[in-house]
C-alpha cells in the first residue's frame, strides 16, 4: 500500500516510496520509463511531420481550388443581376434566379456591394449574389429611368 491511514503520510514518505511505485510502474508496463520517454519523442516527431505533411496538403487542395474560382471585378457604374435566393425554398422550373438589371453604386472592402433599384432605393448585398448585366446598357437604363 502506498499510504497509510488517513493523515499519518507526510512529504517524507513519498520519497520512502518511490522506488516501490517506480517498481510497480516498470514491472505493470514492462517496459523501462526511459524507452517509454523515447518512445513519446518519437511519437512528437511522427506528430510533427503529420501535421507538416497536413499543412502541404491544404496549400496545394487551396491552391487547386483557387485556379478554378473565376475573379469578379465588379466597378461603379456597372449593371448587375442579383440572385434570387428565395426560389431555392420553393424552386420553380421556369422562373429565373436572377432578378435586376441593377445599378452597382459603391463597393466595400470583403466583398461587399451597394446596389441600387429601378426606384433609386440602394441596398447593400454579398457580391457573390451578384454577376454582370450583359444586356445593353441602354435597355438598363431605360428600366431603371421608367
Known amino acids: ?7 499519518q503520510h507526510t512529504s517524507t514518505d ?13 514491472t505493470a508496463y514492462k517496459t523501462p520509463i526511459e524507452q517509454r520517454l523515447n518512445g513519446s ?4 516527431e511522427f506528430r510533427l511531420k503529420a501535421h507538416e505533411s497536413l499543412t502541404l496538403y491544404k496549400e496545394k487542395m487551396k491552391k487547386y481550388h483557387d ?12 449593371f ?5 435566393s428565395s ?11 436572377w432578378t435586376g438589371p441593377y445599378l452597382n ?13 429601378k426606384e433609386g ?3 447593400k448585398v454579398n457580391g457573390q449574389r451578384i454577376r454582370i448585366y450583359l444586356g445593353h446598357a441602354e435597355t438598363a437604363k431605360e428600366v431603371i429611368e421608367v
Open 41 to 44: 519523442n518519437e511519437l512528437a
Open 121 to 123: 432605393v440602394r441596398f
Open 105 to 117: 453604386t459603391q463597393l466595400f472592402p470583403h466583398g461587399v456591394v451597394e446596389l441600387e433599384n
Open 80 to 84: 448587375v443581376l442579383l440572385l434570387n
Open 87 to 97: 426560389l431555392r425554398l420553393f424552386p420553380c422550373k421556369f422562373k429565373s434566379k
Open 14 to 26: 513519498w520519497s520512502m516510496r518511490l522506488n516501490d511505485a517506480l517498481w510497480a510502474y516498470r
Open 67 to 78: 485556379q478554378n474560382i473565376e475573379k469578379r471585378n465588379f466597378l461603379v457604374g456597372d
Open 1 to 7: 500500500m502506498l499510504f497509510g491511514p488517513a493523515g
